[in-house]
């Protein structure tokens, strides 16, 4: 379905590399979001977006990085800092003024071999 | 910054009868409380949410309440069914533009018994 598309959906990485992780929505929303998603541990903010050009570092931004080049797409890089980065990664938008009400994607499975 | 907390962490239920989620919350100044279902291996979506000058919010078999007072905030289900099992998110955030994310509990999994 549309409105904000992930990819890919399962992704395989040694250690040492670096990927990422695309997220584009066509619901015109301002703000995007990744997210985090471990079992147990709920949905933990690394980075979010409320404009283009501008980010701002959520509670786990460590060993992340992303860009906001244009208003639908918000990649999320994964580097090799990333101690732990074997998790299911989501990203989600929102409109401006209703920054509760997160537009989910299907979600990105990384698992480092 | 805020602090959510969730209960229980699981929640198993007969077929027909009600479950309840508990959530509370540390920030007083939050105002807007959402409810996320995650269906196993599809994408969270918002089902009920509630802000702060309304103390319960229904819709069909689900319902939400709010205690400011106390700082706790739960979920029910009422005449449950199959479909209802997933895993339930509660949030809470400042509801304002600019506010800058969501504060998550650590999720409920709901199983419902045939």
């Known amino acids: 379905d549309g409105g904000i598309t992930q990819s890919p959906k399962y992704l395989f990485r040694k250690e040492g590399q670096n990927v990422t992780l695309s997220c584009e929505q066509n619901l015109n929303h301002d703000a995007m979001y990744w997210y985090r998603q471990d079992p147990g541990q709920g949905l933990r903010l690394i980075y979010y977006?409320?404009?283009?050009?501008?980010?701002q570092k959520g509670d786990i931004a460590e060993g992340y990085s992303v860009s906001r080049e244009k208003k639908e797409s918000f990649p999320l890089t994964v580097t090799s800092a990333q101690k732990n980065p074997t998790a299911f990664y989501l990203c989600?938008?929102?409109?401006?003024?209703?920054?509760?009400?997160?537009?989910f994607g299907e979600g990105s499975r990384l698992t480092v071999l | 910054g805020e602090n959510v907390e969730q209960h229980p962490s699981t929640l198993s239920v007969q077929e027909g009868d009600s479950a309840v989620i508990k959530c509370t919350y540390s920030?007083?100044?939050?105002?807007?409380f959402p409810w996320y279902k995650q269906e196993l291996g599809k994408r969270p979506q918002l089902i009920i949410d509630i802000r702060s000058n309304v103390g319960e919010k229904k819709d069909q078999r689900i319902a939400v309440t709010l205690n400011k007072t106390a700082k706790h905030f739960s979920l029910h289900i009422t005449e449950t069914q199959p479909e209802d099992s997933a895993v339930y998110f509660c949030?809470?955030?400042?509801?304002?533009?600019?506010?800058?994310?969501?504060?998550f509990g650590t999720g409920t999994r709901l199983t419902v018994i045939p």
């Open positions: 920030d007083s100044a939050s105002n807007y």
């Open positions: 989600a938008s929102s409109p401006i003024n209703r920054v509760g009400e997160l537009f």
């Open positions: 949030a809470a955030t400042l509801d304002q533009t600019g506010a800058n994310n969501l504060f």
């Open positions: 977006s409320q404009i283009v050009n501008d980010f």
